[in-house]
């Protein structure tokens, strides 16, 4: 998006001149290449930035007031309230994940001497699972910590989004989108163990071969859906584990240590789920060696394996998911597919031969329109930095 549309768009927005200082920044959203409900399982992800994502242009005030508006919900309007009143507020819709981070900055580093004015703009599809709330969340971060001159570590940052989406907006998710958004590195996943929060960047070598995102176009929305069910699943089944074995969480145990142990879950639903998070966290460490060693063909087997899991043991896919990545699998040139995200609608990826991208889009998009009534919408992602000034 071209930076001097997007401030020319702030101007008319909020009656502001031309010659007024203003600041413009970039927030990605992101993809996760497999490590699928490890986060919060306290195992490993392996996720990327993408060159789309949430732009903002902002503008200090000289009171308390912050005003803000997004072009992806011109209906809305513009929503304001003041620095000393952050309340979540159902009618204030998505500014509740600016006004959270305004929220906790202010609890740990003190109060904000003025408010602000603010444009957003995204090319997030919405609701599709591409993190478009933590790119909201980082974006405000980054921009509070420049503009302001605040010096907040990125990590710190990184774990405030994850406090507004848990606390504030009430998702108990874990903190894979913020860090990944966050954190993101040009043509490289990250290999982030959710618990101590080290991580090392992976190359992406994909040289010949493009990630294609494939949004259903089904709507998901985290609050709503079964994603905090999935979770005490995984503690419940925890639990019962760690009645004989010492451990802290699931990612803490290998396969085999798994298959002699789950006996201990004497429920088979819990005992899929636990299934599903132990496997995946082995797969993402598998995954990461593929990557390593150049080995496309065996990180495609993998995302394929993590698709499988999440349909059988998981079960978070759901006809529309499972529909693009069989028609994904059946295609000549995919690597290996997925869904992606937190499930239940959202997105799939797929690792696709270059040269077979154009008829993959086709024959995907019309078996997936036949099938399931309406058509899926495809973008073919590049892996960018995370959130920054432009």
Same mark, same amino acid.
């Given at each position: 998006?071209?930076?001097?549309?997007?401030?020319?768009?702030f @101007?008319?927005?909020?009656?502001?001149?031309?010659?007024?200082?203003?600041?413009?920044? +970039?927030?990605p959203? %992101?993809?996760?290449?497999?490590g699928?409900h490890?986060?919060?399982?306290?195992?490993?992800?392996?996720? /990327?930035?993408?060159?789309y994502?949430?732009?903002g242009?902002v503008?200090?005030?000289?009171?308390? %007031?912050?005003?803000?508006?997004?072009?992806?919900?011109?209906?809305?309007?513009m929503?304001?309230?003041?620095l000393?009143?952050?309340?979540?507020?159902?009618?204030d819709?998505?500014?509740n994940?600016p006004?959270?981070m305004i929220?906790?900055?202010?609890? %740990?580093?003190?109060?904000?001497?003025?408010g602000f #004015?603010?444009?957003?703009s995204g090319?997030?599809?919405?609701?599709a699972g591409?993190s478009?709330?933590?790119?909201?969340e980082m974006l405000?971060?980054?921009?509070?910590?420049?503009?302001?001159?605040?010096?907040?570590?990125?990590i710190?940052?990184?774990?405030?989004?994850q &406090?507004?989406?848990?606390?504030?907006?009430?998702?108990?998710s874990?903190?894979m989108?913020q860090?990944?958004?966050?954190?993101?590195?040009v043509? /490289?996943g990250? +290999?982030? *163990? /959710?618990q101590?929060l080290?991580?090392?960047?992976?190359?992406?070598?994909?040289?010949g071969?493009?990630?294609?995102?494939i949004?259903?176009?089904?709507?998901?929305?985290?609050? #709503?859906s &079964?994603?905090?069910?999935?979770?005490?699943?995984?503690?419940?089944?925890?639990?019962?584990?760690?009645?004989?074995? *010492?451990i802290?969480?699931?990612?803490?145990l290998?396969?085999?240590?798994?298959e002699?142990?789950?006996?201990l879950?004497?429920d088979?639903?819990?005992?899929?789920?636990?299934?599903?998070?132990v496997?995946?966290?082995?797969?993402?460490?598998k995954?990461?060696?593929?990557?390593?060693?150049g080995?496309?063909?065996?990180?495609?087997h993998l995302?394929?394996?993590?698709h499988?899991?999440? %349909?059988?043991d998981?079960?978070i896919?759901?006809?529309?998911?499972?529909?693009?990545v069989e028609?994904a699998?059946?295609?000549?040139?995919?690597?290996g597919?997925r869904?992606?995200?937190?499930?239940?609608?959202?997105?799939a990826i797929?690792?696709?031969?270059?040269n077979?991208v154009?008829?993959?889009?086709?024959?995907?998009g019309e078996?997936y329109k @036949?099938?399931?009534?309406?058509?899926?919408?495809?973008?073919v992602?590049s892996i960018g930095?995370g959130? &920054?000034r432009?």
């Open positions: 998006m071209d930076k001097n549309t997007l401030i020319s768009e @101007q008319q927005v909020f009656s502001i001149e031309a010659s007024q200082a203003v600041h413009t920044f +970039f927030s959203g %992101r993809i996760n290449l497999i699928e490890t986060d919060y399982n306290g195992g490993y992800v392996l996720p /990327c930035a993408i060159t994502g949430t732009y242009v503008k200090r005030r000289e009171d308390r %007031r912050v005003r803000v508006y997004s072009k992806n919900f011109a209906n809305i309007g929503i304001e309230f003041s000393d009143l952050l309340e979540f507020a159902a009618e819709n998505w500014a994940y006004k959270g929220r906790y900055i202010q609890e %740990r580093y003190g109060s904000l001497p003025v #004015d603010m444009y957003v090319n997030l599809p919405n609701g591409l478009s709330s933590a790119s909201l405000m971060g980054v921009i509070l910590n420049e503009v302001y001159a605040l010096g907040i570590d990125r710190e940052l990184v774990k405030l989004g &406090k507004v989406e848990n606390d504030f907006i009430g998702v108990n874990g903190i989108d860090f990944a958004v966050g954190m993101g590195k043509n /490289c990250m +290999f982030l *163990d /959710c101590t080290e991580y090392e960047y992976a190359p992406l070598d994909i040289g071969h493009k990630i294609i995102i949004n259903s176009n089904k709507r998901r929305e985290l609050a #709503d &079964k994603y905090n069910e999935r979770r005490s699943e995984c503690e419940h089944a925890l639990r019962l584990l760690q009645r004989k074995l *010492d802290q969480s699931l990612g803490d290998t396969e085999e240590e798994f002699a142990n789950q006996f879950i004497d088979d639903v819990l005992k899929r789920r636990a299934k599903h998070a496997y995946e966290n082995n797969r993402t460490k995954a990461l060696k593929s990557l390593k060693e080995d496309l063909s065996t990180f495609g995302m394929n394996e993590s499988l899991s999440m %349909r059988k998981y079960e896919t759901g006809i529309e998911l499972d529909t693009l028609s699998w059946a295609q000549p040139g995919t690597v597919a869904m992606t995200g937190g499930g239940f609608g959202g997105c797929a690792l696709v031969d270059a077979e154009d008829s993959f889009i086709t024959e995907v078996g @036949q099938k399931i009534g309406y058509e899926a919408d495809f973008y992602a930095d959130t &920054k432009i």
